[in-house]
């Protein structure tokens, strides 16, 4: 028997009403089926119906967007940190992680050069 929605020859799942599918178009109708009841409890949760929720965007109204200024400020926030702990081991303890300075300096540099994009607007 042929899939009910692709035609593909090879069935595998059935439906909840029984047809035919295959295995694309039986995970595509559960992960449907997930994306509702998401949709669903997500509008509950903001006291909208899901038709409402899907109208305002879905999730991405609710939350506000980080603002590109906020970005720049926390990547700076952490390479003077990075910067404050390598002259801290430098100079009290004698020693430097380099790996460790290396992975937080490269981490504020990151979110620095998002907030720039972002600020850009690429």
Avoid: N
């Avoid at 295995?23 to 903001?46: G, H, K, N, P």
């Avoid at 909208?48 to 720049?72: C, D, H, V, Y």
Wanted: hydrophobic share 45%.
């Amino acid at each position: 028997m042929p899939c009910a929605r692709c035609s593909s020859p090879a069935t595998e799942y059935f439906s909840d009403q029984g047809d035919p599918l295959c295995r694309v178009c039986y995970f595509a109708a559960q992960t449907q089926a997930q994306d509702d009841r998401a949709i669903a409890s997500l509008a509950s949760e903001a006291g909208m119906t899901p038709a409402q929720f899907r109208a305002a965007g879905g999730s991405a109204k609710l939350t506000e967007p980080e603002s590109p200024t906020k970005t720049i400020l926390s990547g700076s926030g952490v390479i003077a940190f990075g910067l404050a702990l390598a002259a801290f081991e430098w100079f009290v303890l004698d020693r430097l992680h380099i790996i460790l300075i290396g992975a937080i300096l490269l981490v504020g540099v990151g979110m620095l050069g998002k907030g720039l994009m972002a600020r850009r607007g690429a």
